[in-house]
């Protein structure tokens, strides 16, 4: 069966009439037009265990030093700058290897 697709169905008309307010209704036809109320305070929310232990983790990563080796950044930076930094691609692969095989386990 084939069908053909011509493009978007003609606009439905809307009738508006300059100068006369209309009062917003809701799809089910209820007044939009008056404030609504906020959820009763009955409401709560509890953490799962693993939400709990991530936001302690946050905390503590927070408070932690960054432990950044000041020094031996300075150090890659200088040779960055100068040309001189060179990657040991084997000793690249060798790590991402052991990193994947610590993943596995």
Do not use: C, W
Request: net charge negative; hydrophobic share 45%.
């Amino acid at each position: 069966m084939n069908h053909k697709i011509q493009g978007l169905p003609p606009a439905m008309p809307r009738a508006v009439e300059t100068g006369a307010a209309v009062p917003a209704r809701s799809p089910a036809g209820g007044d939009r037009s008056q404030a609504v109320d906020a959820s009763p305070a009955a409401d709560s929310m509890r953490l799962t265990g693993e939400a709990a232990g991530l936001q302690a983790l946050q905390r503590e990563l927070g408070s932690a030093p960054a432990g950044v080796d000041v020094e031996k950044v300075e150090q890659v930076r200088a040779a960055l700058a100068d040309g001189s930094y060179r990657v040991d691609a084997q000793q690249v692969a060798d790590r991402l290897l052991a990193f994947e095989s610590a993943l596995l386990k």
